[in-house]
C-alpha cells in the first residue's frame, strides 16, 4: 500500500519555527523527485518546495524563499520541511506530493502530481 504520512503541523506563533515530516511507504522513495504543497483556508493549491531524488536541487516558492529548507532521508524514506520566521500567511495544510506516473519537469506544476498524503495543519497565530 502506498502511504504519505505527514506529521509535525501545529499552532505556533509568528516569528516561530516547526518542522514537518512525511513518512513514505509503498514505493522507491529514493527515485522519485518530492515536493510540499500547501492549501490555505479558502484557497487553492499553492506549490512551496521540492527536492530532487538524490536530495539535491532544492527549490522553493517566491513566498518562503530564504525561510524554508527541504531536505530528505532517503535511508529513512523521510522528507522534511524545516519553516522558520512563519507568518500569518503561511496557515495552511501542507501536503507532500510527487509523480509516481509522469515525469514532471516544472516542479511547481502541482496539479500534474499524482500521490499525495493526507496533509497536516500549520497554524500561524498570536
Known amino acids: 500500500e502506498v502511504q504519505l504520512v505527514e506529521s509535525g503541523g501545529g499552532l505556533v506563533r509568528p516569528g516561530g519555527s516547526l518542522r514537518l515530516s512525511c513518512a513514505v511507504s509503498g514505493f522507491t522513495f529514493g527515485t522519485y523527485t518530492m515536493s510540499w504543497v500547501r492549501q490555505a483556508p479558502g484557497k487553492g493549491l499553492e506549490w512551496v518546495s521540492g527536492?530532487?531524488?538524490?536530495?539535491?536541487?532544492?527549490q522553493y516558492a517566491d513566498s518562503v524563499k530564504g525561510r524554508f529548507a527541504i531536505s530528505r532521508d532517503n535511508a529513512k524514506n523521510v522528507l522534511y520541511l524545516q519553516m522558520n520566521s512563519l507568518k500569518a500567511e503561511d496557515t495552511a495544510v501542507y501536503y507532500c506530493?510527487?509523480?509516481?506516473?509522469?515525469?514532471?519537469?516544472?516542479?511547481?506544476?502541482?496539479?500534474?502530481?499524482?500521490?499525495w498524503g493526507q496533509g497536516t495543519q500549520v497554524t500561524v497565530s498570536s
Open positions: 527536492i530532487d531524488s538524490r536530495g539535491g536541487r532544492p
Open positions: 506530493a510527487t509523480a509516481r506516473f509522469a515525469m514532471i519537469y516544472d516542479w511547481s506544476r502541482h496539479y500534474e502530481y499524482d500521490t
